[in-house]
């Protein structure tokens, strides 16, 4: 699958995830995960230099690999972030179809890292090192 479409369909997902669903009514339950994605993606722009990552899964040609911060947590921390973001949505407007847009920004991230996980390991010989001993996405899971 080509890296535009998989960047496409991750931004579609983001905002079907946003819309609310009809008449629906905002829970509080949903500031939470926006609060936790709010955090995280500013700790994770903050401890990267600019111009190390983009949107689309192919390292820039002058990246550098980062371990440490929240790359030593998770592999994808600005991913994470994202989910974070989608779901805070679908705890908040409570919807089939911010849920539906979850189950599919998760799909679509998890072949944008496994692709992006492949080139990194292209990239940089630590990366196997790195990636054998750091959960993917999610904290504790590998």
């Known amino acids: ?32 995960p926006l609060a936790a994605a709010a955090g995280l993606g500013a700790w994770t722009l903050l401890h ?3 111009g190390n990552f983009g949107i689309f ?6 990246a550098h690999l980062v371990t440490t911060g929240p790359y030593a947590l998770v ?10 973001f989608a779901a805070g ?3 908040g407007w409570r919807g089939l179809p911010q849920l539906l847009a979850l189950a599919l920004l998760a799909a679509v991230l998890h072949v944008k890292a496994s692709r992006e996980e492949r080139l990194l390991a292209q990239k940089f010989p630590e990366y196997r090192d790195y990636a054998a001993r750091t959960a993917r996405i999610v904290p504790g899971l590998r």
């Open 1 to 32: 699958m080509p890296s535009s479409l998989l960047v496409a369909l991750q931004l579609a997902a983001m905002v079907a995830a946003v819309l609310p669903a009809g008449a629906a009514s905002w829970h509080p339950a949903g500031y939470v």
């Open 48 to 50: 990267n230099r600019p």
């Open 57 to 62: 899964p192919e390292p820039r040609e002058r």
């Open 75 to 84: 592999r994808h921390p600005m991913y994470l972030a994202v989910l974070l």
């Open 89 to 91: 949505f679908a705890l």
